[in-house]
């Protein structure tokens, strides 16, 4: 890294959130062969203010400033380039990244900076930065867009000596073992790139066991497919397995209905705590599934989820959208009941998003699909969902996410499946809960736990009829297990009516 005072190249990231640093403007830190001494990465979260952020890219002085744009922070950087605008009108703003890769001309960004580059940026950022700066490039008066081809990784620096030593004990690292999904899954804009390219496994194994011997402990896979192939898979698993004991996290996207046995055998020698798979159920309605081309064995999924929940202790985090051309609420229910029946610990319900460039779009009039113009595009109503019931959803997933992907009310869940008024439906009995929640709070933003929980009571004793005293009892077990040793004193009393029900120290 240059001193400040030699900055020529200033690579921006606006992350979600701080937790996960970006691994995008490190590679092209990376690779920035002679420019690297005079190139620096700054990093902020979307909820630093955008002046603050205009204030200090200025304050650095750079020739250049590179932005990584995605659906997260667009919005954010609208308003932090049009303040760096105001306060540096000549400075020079190069864009990258998905969010500016498709269907630029009608960005709102499109005009804010001086170029744009439209994938793998790692060699057209470098070389665009090296024209600029000899005077070979000339402003043209308009946004310049650059289609960069496909880089060779085995060409490729890694970038993995960019994290310091503050991000490996604080963060989570990100590390890519490949590019590109083979799937055609029409809400993804991986579809796009349907080559699957790897990098050299044996350097890449290299730099993971550099990362562990330097401290990291927290690594997430961003491979859209990591168990697509099963040598690697089986190479960088039995890797990591000398470190299983070591407070290692490990989060891997996995293909669902591809688990070889040595990769099962592999993942059950891994204790609690170690190994997340996300896997991308997303819907299933077979007719919905193959409407937008996403295939799963099903059988083989059961399967796999089946000997991974019950013979492993891989945390399991499933995805389900809603909103999906084609189905509706009933449908999506079926689904949601059918998946939380193989016990993944958590289900992450999501609503459609129509990324610029997805495949999705094509089915927008048959099926009435209507998207919000601004990121994230979320659908607003289908003509199987209507607008109400899409608010609906965004409800139960925020519900969902606080009591059930918490992990705070296992106990409590199990009354809700016992007594609930969802007819069997574990998604009804929830979405009456939710909808009794909304109607007295109207959002969960900024609702306190004791609030949450003692309107929960309310639900469980006065809509539910259930036993005060099993209620209260769930409740003191859940809060005492899994939130704070010291239990609110609503929740025994009076004691005498806890004896014998559930332990709260157990």
């Known amino acids: 890294m240059g001193r400040e005072a030699d900055v020529m190249i200033l690579l921006c990231a606006v992350n979600a959130t701080y937790q996960y640093p970006s691994l995008g403007l490190r590679s092209l830190w990376a690779n920035m062969g002679p420019l690297q001494g005079v190139t620096q990465l700054v990093e902020f979260s979307i909820k630093r203010d955008p002046r603050e952020i205009a204030e200090e890219v200025v304050s650095l002085k750079p020739q250049i400033v590179g932005f990584g744009v995605y659906i997260w922070n667009v919005e954010h950087l609208e308003a932090s380039c049009r303040e760096l605008r105001q306060r540096q009108p000549d400075l020079h703003i190069v864009f990258g990244g998905p969010e500016v890769s498709y269907e630029w001309e009608t960005s709102p960004l499109n005009g804010l900076p001086n170029v744009v580059i439209q994938g793998e940026g790692e060699e057209a950022f470098r070389e665009h930065c090296r024209g600029f700066l000899s005077g070979e490039w000339r402003e043209q008066g308009h946004t310049q867009v650059i289609k960069a081809p496909l880089v060779e990784l085995a060409s490729l620096e890694f970038p993995y000596r960019f994290y310091s030593d503050h991000d490996l004990k604080t963060r989570h690292v990100c590390v890519e073992a490949s590019r590109g999904c083979p799937f055609k899954c029409q809400f993804c804009l991986s579809s796009l790139d349907?080559?699957?390219?790897?990098?050299?496994?044996?350097?890449?194994?290299?730099?993971?066991?550099?990362?562990?011997?330097?401290?990291?402990?927290?690594?997430?896979?961003?491979?859209?497919?990591?168990?697509?192939?099963?040598?690697?898979?089986?190479?960088?698993?039995?890797?990591?397995?000398?470190?299983?004991?070591?407070?290692?996290?490990?989060?891997?996207?996995?293909?669902?209905?591809?688990?070889?046995?040595?990769?099962?055998?592999?993942?059950?020698?891994?204790?609690?705590?170690?190994?997340?798979?996300?896997?991308?159920?997303?819907?299933?309605?077979?007719?919905?599934?193959?409407?937008?081309?996403?295939?799963?064995?099903?059988?083989?999924?059961?399967?796999?989820?089946?000997?991974?929940?019950?013979?492993?202790?891989?945390?399991?985090?499933?995805?389900?959208?809603?909103?999906?051309?084609?189905?509706?609420?009933?449908?999506?229910?079926?689904?949601?009941?059918?998946?939380?029946?193989?016990?993944?610990?958590?289900?992450?319900?999501?609503?459609?998003?129509?990324?610029?460039?997805?495949?999705?779009?094509?089915?927008?009039?048959?099926?009435?699909?209507?998207?919000?113009?601004?990121?994230?595009?979320?659908?607003?109503?289908?003509?199987?969902?209507?607008?109400?019931?899409?608010?609906?959803?965004?409800?139960f997933a925020k519900y969902w996410e606080r009591i059930n992907?918490?992990?705070?009310?296992?106990?409590?869940?199990?009354?809700?499946?016992?007594?609930?008024?969802?007819?069997?439906?574990?998604?009804?009995?929830?979405?009456?809960?939710?909808?009794?929640?909304?109607?007295?709070?109207?959002?969960?933003?900024?609702?306190?736990?004791?609030?949450?929980?003692?309107?929960?009571?309310?639900?469980?004793?006065?809509?539910?009829?259930?036993?005060?005293?099993?209620?209260?009892?769930?409740?003191?077990?859940?809060?005492?297990r899994n939130i704070a040793k010291e239990i609110p004193h609503f929740l025994i009393e009076p004691e005498a009516e806890l004896v014998g029900v559930l332990p709260v120290s157990s």
């Open 194 to 395: 349907t080559q699957v390219r790897k990098f050299p496994l044996t350097r890449f194994c290299s730099e993971l066991v550099h990362l562990l011997e330097r401290g990291a402990r927290n690594f997430k896979f961003i491979d859209r497919t990591f168990n697509l192939s099963a040598s690697t898979c089986e190479a960088i698993l039995r890797l990591f397995l000398p470190w299983k004991d070591q407070g290692l996290f490990l989060h891997f996207e996995i293909v669902p209905d591809r688990m070889p046995q040595v990769v099962k055998d592999l993942v059950g020698q891994f204790p609690p705590g170690t190994i997340q798979f996300e896997i991308g159920i997303q819907t299933l309605n077979q007719e919905v599934a193959h409407r937008i081309q996403r295939f799963n064995d099903w059988e083989r999924v059961k399967e796999n989820l089946h000997f991974l929940v019950n013979h492993t202790s891989v945390h399991l985090h499933a995805d389900l959208i809603a909103g999906l051309p084609g189905e509706d609420l009933e449908s999506f229910a079926r689904g949601f009941d059918r998946l939380l029946d193989l016990g993944p610990q958590e289900i992450q319900v999501g609503v459609l998003k129509r990324l610029r460039g997805a495949p999705i779009a094509i089915h927008d009039d048959e099926w009435g699909m209507v998207y919000h113009q601004k990121a994230p595009y979320q659908v607003l109503s289908t003509r199987h969902l209507s607008a109400e019931y899409v608010q609906s959803v965004e409800r």
């Open 405 to 480: 992907n918490s992990g705070c009310f296992g106990q409590t869940l199990r009354l809700l499946w016992t007594w609930g008024r969802g007819n069997g439906s574990a998604f009804w009995s929830f979405m009456d809960l939710v909808e009794f929640l909304h109607e007295r709070h109207q959002t969960t933003y900024g609702l306190h736990q004791l609030d949450l929980i003692k309107s929960m009571v309310s639900y469980f004793v006065d809509e539910l009829k259930v036993d005060p005293v099993a209620v209260r009892g769930a409740f003191a077990h859940d809060y005492g």
